[in-house]
């Protein structure tokens, strides 16, 4: 059974900095794109960004690009979302994610609350 845990989550001033992690079990971790997909209360899904089972293809989204930095180890089976900057509409709850054959997302985690506030 897959299962994503993700961990790292919490209340940090604007300005602050934040790392999340995402341990995966139950799959080849290895073998797997994964990323991180965002939601902030009342509104929808936000992809955030993404990268290939070895971690040298990656993608974020073009307004996070400068602040986030997203990386794995694989020896660990964990994946890392690394935050700075971080701004009241970064508020939110992270869910790591996997990424199936055709890029689809097939499993989620149960997501970590970020929140941004003085």
């Known amino acids: 059974q897959v299962q994503l845990l993700e961990s790292g989550g919490g209340l940090v001033q604007p300005g602050g900095s934040l790392t999340l992690s995402c341990v995966g079990f139950?799959?080849?971790?290895?073998?797997?794109?994964m990323g991180w997909v965002r939601q902030a209360s009342g509104k929808g899904f936000e992809w955030v960004s993404s990268?290939?089972?070895?971690?040298?293809?990656?993608f974020v989204e073009e307004s996070m690009k400068e602040r986030f930095t997203i990386s794995r180890d694989n020896a660990k089976n964990t994946l890392y979302l690394q935050m700075t900057r971080l701004k009241p509409d970064d508020t939110a709850i992270y869910y790591c994610?996997?990424?199936?054959?055709?890029?689809?997302?097939?499993?989620w985690g149960q997501g970590t609350e970020v929140t941004v506030s003085s």
């Open positions: 994610v996997q990424y199936g054959p055709y890029l689809d997302f097939v499993s």
């Open positions: 139950g799959f080849t971790f290895r073998d797997s794109w």
């Open positions: 990268l290939d089972a070895g971690g040298g293809t990656i």
